[in-house]
Structures are given as structure tokens and as C-alpha cells.
């Protein structure tokens, strides 16, 4: 049963001021009825004087005949002086009867428009309770066609029971402590991913002026943009690349010197020894072709060092020539 029903609600309240005012009009009713028997009561009092006084002068009058007819002046006259005094007295009872009437008639004229007042706001609260039944019926019926679409189901994610109507436009799937539950974890991620975001900063790259996104929990804290760190590295890349062929040039003099050296030294002493010998001049031509061989051996050798030092290093290597 719905309490919050507009219409029964209405009735309801119609019923409680109607039966006030039946209870007021009730009261009224028993009031007027009060005054109108009371006006009942001096009118009959009246009339009953009326009637007594008429009877009485009557009486006196027959009894005056009779003493006429009996010759007893003095007792006819007694007696019909009595009826008149009784006649007159009649009289003034005949003016307060008309009063008395009229009080009746006006009290009982408001007695009965109180009663038809009364009948009237009965007839009203019959008819409000007939309404009010009839809603109460009404809302039991229609509680029962709403029963129908009263369905159960389990809770998606603890499995406890929920009720749902399946004329709801969204039907649902968690229980209320779920979804409270579920809530709560969602605010939570979020609150975890505004403190991640909160955790990026930006300021000016110290080379160019352009945005950096940083993370102030990174342990290095970056100075410049990617464009110009990656043009650092490039430059440092190039640097270090003359570095290193100045250094591959210096080397290769440097055996050269010492491999030029080593062979004069070593041309210069069979020279000598073939010198010291006195051997005779195709001999020299000799030596001379064997100098030429030992050069050209020592040539290969340097050729072969350089090739090694390139495969040691060859980004630094490359380009270098003998
Ligand atoms: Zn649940
Ligand atoms: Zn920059």
C-alpha cells in the first residue's frame, strides 16, 4: 500500500474535517432541538392556561344563567363578572400565545435547516469514506499488477540477492554494497592517477626556451629539450670522431717513424756487413734487391697493423688512409 498517495492522502483529510464539522453540526442540532422543545413547552403551558382560563369564564357564565334563571340577581352577577374577569385574563394569555407561536415556529424553522445542515455533511462524509475504500481497493489492485514486475537476481560480483522492477529503464547488476564498494575503488584509481599527473611538471628548456614535461620523481632532472640533447650528442659525436682520427694519425706517424727507422737500421747494417766483406759490385745490385724486399715486407707488415687497428676501432678508423 502506497502511504504517499495523493488522492488518498486528499481523502483522508476530507474525511477528518467533514467528521469535525458533522460533530459541530451534530452539537448544533442537539442545541436548537434543546431550545425548540423549550419553546414547545411555554407555548403548551400557554394553551393550557388559554384553555383553562376559556373553560373557567365558560363555567362562570353557564352558572350566571342559571342564576338568572333561579331569579338570584346578586349571585348571576357575581358570576358573570367572574367570567369576565376570566375572559380578560384569557385574553392577555392570548398575547403572549401569539409570541410564544411565533418563538416555536422560528426555533423550529432552525432546527430543521441544522438537521438538513446535518443530513447534508453526512451525506458528504458517506461519500468521502465510499471514495477512500474504493482508492484503497484501487492501489491494492494495482499493488498486485505492480508485484508482477517485481523480479530477483544475483549481485554480479558477491551474488547476493537483488530486487529489480523490469519495467526500470537500467536493470541492475551489482548489489548496493558493490556498487558503493565499486565506487569507492573507482574513486580511488582516480584519485591515484591526478597524484601521477600531479607528478609531471614543465618548464623552459635552457638552450632553446621550448617546454619540457618532466617527472619530479626521475632522479636525473632534465636541462634541455630532446632536439637539443640530441643535437649535443650529435656534436659530441663529431668532436670525438676528429678525436680520434688525429689520434690514428699521430699513431701512424709515429710508426712510421719508428718502422723507418728500424728498417734503415736494419738496411744500413747489412749494407755495412756486406760493405765490411768486400764483396764485389753484382753483389751490391744484389743487396740492394734484397733491401727492396725487405722494404716491401715492411710496407705489407704497416698495412696489416693499420688494417688491425681498424677492426679495434673502426667508426674512428674510417677514412683513414696510409
Ligand atoms: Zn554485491
Ligand atoms: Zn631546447
Known amino acids: 500500500m502506497r502511504e504517499q498517495d495523493a488522492t488518498l492522502q486528499y481523502l483522508s483529510e476530507r474525511i477528518d474535517s467533514l467528521s469535525?464539522?458533522?460533530?459541530r453540526a451534530k452539537s448544533n442540532t442537539s442545541h436548537l432541538h434543546d431550545q425548540m422543545e423549550s419553546a414547545w413547552q411555554s407555548l403548551h403551558d400557554l394553551q393550557e392556561e388559554y384553555r383553562e382560563y376559556k373553560e373557567q369564564a365558560s363555567y362562570e357564565f353557564q352558572e350566571s344563567q342559571y342564576c338568572w334563571s333561579m331569579h338570584d340577581g346578586a349571585g348571576a352577577k357575581e358570576h358573570s363578572e367572574n367570567g369576565h374577569l376570566l375572559n380578560e385574563k384569557k385574553a392577555g394569555v392570548s398575547l403572549?400565545?401569539?409570541g410564544a407561536h411565533a418563538k416555536f415556529d422560528s426555533e423550529k424553522s432552525e432546527f430543521d435547516?441544522?438537521?438538513a445542515y446535518q443530513r447534508g455533511i453526512k451525506e458528504q462524509l458517506d461519500q468521502a469514506r465510499n471514495e477512500h475504500k474504493l482508492r484503497i481497493e484501487e492501489l491494492k489492485a494495482q499493488n498486485l499488477r505492480e508485484q508482477i514486475h517485481w523480479k530477483e537476481k544475483s549481485c554480479g560480483r558477491c551474488g547476493a540477492t537483488i530486487r529489480y522492477n523490469d519495467t526500470w529503464n537500467h536493470i541492475p547488476n551489482y548489489c548496493k554494497s558493490c556498487k558503493e564498494k565499486m565506487n569507492a575503488e573507482r574513486e580511488e584509481r582516480e584519485k591515484k592517477k591526478a597524484a601521477e599527473a600531479a607528478k609531471w611538471m614543465e618548464k623552459p628548456c635552457k638552450q632553446c626556451g621550448r617546454t619540457i614535461r618532466y617527472n619530479i620523481e626521475w632522479s636525473n632532472q632534465p636541462n634541455f629539450c630532446p632536439e637539443c640533447k640530441e643535437?649535443?650528442?650529435?656534436?659530441?659525436?663529431?668532436?670525438e670522431k676528429t678525436d680520434a682520427k688525429n689520434l690514428a694519425r699521430d699513431v701512424e706517424k709515429l710508426l712510421f717513424t719508428i718502422l723507418h727507422g728500424i728498417i734503415f737500421r736494419i738496411i744500413a747494417k747489412i749494407a755495412n756487413q756486406n760493405l765490411k766483406k768486400n764483396k764485389k759490385v753484382r753483389r751490391k745490385n744484389k743487396i740492394i734487391k734484397e733491401v727492396r724486399t725487405i722494404n716491401f715486407a715492411l710496407i705489407i707488415i704497416l698495412e696489416r697493423m693499420t688494417f688491425i687497428l681498424e677492426m679495434i676501432n673502426p667508426s674512428t678508423m674510417m677514412g683513414m688512409g696510409m
Not at 469535525?20 to 460533530?23: D, K, L, N, Q, S
Not at 643535437?231 to 659525436?237: A, T
Open 113 to 115: 435547516k441544522a438537521v
Open 231 to 239: 643535437k649535443f650528442e650529435y656534436e659530441k659525436r663529431e668532436r
Open 20 to 23: 469535525a464539522e458533522y460533530e
Open 96 to 98: 403572549y400565545l401569539d
